[in-house]
């Protein structure tokens, strides 16, 4: 049997505006192929998700929102990695602010079902189960969790 990395838990956030359209950042992480991402990161000892994802979501975006909804968990079979799905309603007038360039260097504005490509494998998971759940997506196994 092949031996694979423990799985990591992240988060994924899908930061969603009232005319639909959604944050996704452009990553250029070291060692990295460039890739367009939602904002996310991994959980810290003794966080829940939603913690996680509004704490990622500030660090990453300027971004700070009060409410978010877990709604789907995504295992990576294909690898390693678990990344919780949450969504969070942009407040009124958010500005997408580049605070970490070493990782993300531009936020857009996008719409949904158009992001740009080439997208990072936990964003398109993400973006799977909250587009079309109950869908399958090779690589993936997909648990709706909530209704939004």
Avoid: N
Avoid at 99 to 128: G, K, Q, Y
Wanted: negative net charge.
């Amino acid at each position: 049997m092949d031996h694979l990395p423990r799985p990591v838990c992240g988060v994924g956030v899908v930061l969603e505006r009232a005319d639909g359209l959604v944050a996704v950042g452009h990553r250029v992480t070291a060692g990295e192929t460039s890739s367009w991402s939602f904002p996310g990161g991994h959980l810290e000892g003794g966080e829940t998700p939603v913690a996680a994802a509004l704490r990622e979501l500030a660090e990453e975006t300027g971004v700070r929102a009060g409410t978010a909804t877990l709604f789907a968990l995504c295992v990576r079979t294909g690898g390693s990695g678990v990344t919780l799905a949450v969504h969070v309603p942009a407040p009124a007038g958010a500005e997408l602010v580049v605070t970490e360039p070493h990782a993300i260097d531009a936020w857009v504005w996008a719409d949904p079902d158009e992001l740009p490509e080439p997208s990072f494998a936990h964003t398109a998971a993400v973006r799977h189960a909250w587009r079309t759940p109950g869908v399958p997506l090779p690589g993936w196994d997909l648990h709706r969790v909530a209704e939004r």
